[in-house]
């Protein structure tokens, strides 16, 4: 489920947000948006998060009925989304709502060459990044567990 409202919420939830208030022409239509997708990005990181941690307990406490080179793999994955959706939020979007707090006009007016401009796109380039790094991670483990089942059904 987390993954499903991962993926909607990146292909779907966030370019919307961005369209529907641009075309809008307001002047702060970016910052409207962003704060939107923030508020949802917190919901998808901090659930990614829990749950990460959830089925690695869980994952740990069945560790000896699973075949190891498929308990390695689905730990690694767990581990990985766990760490990525940590680090989006707690590490990522924290350094840039308190860039955001520098800022006293918003992210769009200030100009290209800012350097607190330039650390923000870096900042939300990352928070992308760890996002995909996070939904990788889950397909990754999702298929494991697939094909392990599939293999003890046999």
Request: charged fraction near 15%; include cysteine; hydrophobic fraction near 55%.
């Amino acid at each position: 489920m987390w993954l499903g409202s991962a993926v909607f919420f990146s292909a779907v939830v966030a370019p919307g947000a961005f369209a529907v208030l641009r075309s809008y022409q307001t002047f702060n239509a970016n910052e409207i948006a962003g704060a939107i997708v923030n508020r949802g990005l917190t919901a998808i990181n901090v659930s990614g998060f829990v749950i990460g941690l959830i089925c690695l307990a869980a994952g740990l406490l069945k560790f000896r009925k699973v075949p190891l080179k498929y308990f390695i793999l689905e730990i690694t994955s767990l581990s990985v989304l766990t760490i990525a959706t940590a680090i989006g939020h707690w590490l990522i979007a924290a350094n840039m709502h308190a860039l955001r707090l520098t800022f006293t006009v918003p992210v769009d007016q200030i100009t290209a060459g800012d350097p607190r401009r330039i650390r923000f796109d870096t900042l939300h380039a990352y928070s992308v990044k760890a996002l995909s790094v996070a939904m990788i991670a889950a397909i990754a483990g999702f298929v494991m567990v697939a094909l392990r089942t599939r293999r003890n059904a046999k």
